[in-house]
Nanobody, 114 residues
């Protein structure tokens, strides 16, 4: 059974930075493209960043230049470095495969507010 555990969320002021972590257990992690998703109150969950098995990355336009996704295959970890945070980045952040094929974790809350 695959388990995803996200961490690193916090309350931060606009312009601040956070680094989110996702620990993956129970899977051949390195064979999957991974993604970070977010869900704001009253909105659908959206994919914001993707990283392939080889490390190629893609981002939704709203976070390009501010967010960086990375992975450590040996440690089965996925990271999301978030800089220049904006209030509209407020959401619960989740990781999963690019096709969201695993059970969702509990997510980690990111709140951007002054």
């Amino acid at each position: 059974q695959v388990q995803l555990v996200e961490s690193g969320g916090d309350l931060v002021q606009p312009g601040g930075s956070l680094r989110l972590s996702c620990a993956v257990s129970g899977s051949s992690f390195r064979f999957y493209a991974m993604g970070w998703y977010r869900q704001a109150p009253g909105k659908q969950r959206e994919l914001v960043a993707r990283i392939t098995m080889s490390g190629a990355t893609n981002y939704v336009d709203s976070v390009k230049g501010r967010f960086t996704i990375s992975r450590d295959n040996a440690q089965k970890m996925v990271y999301l470095q978030m800089n220049s945070l904006k209030p509209e980045d407020t959401a619960v952040y989740y990781c999963n495969t690019y096709s969201s094929s695993w059970p969702w974790g509990q997510g980690t809350q990111v709140t951007v507010s002054s």
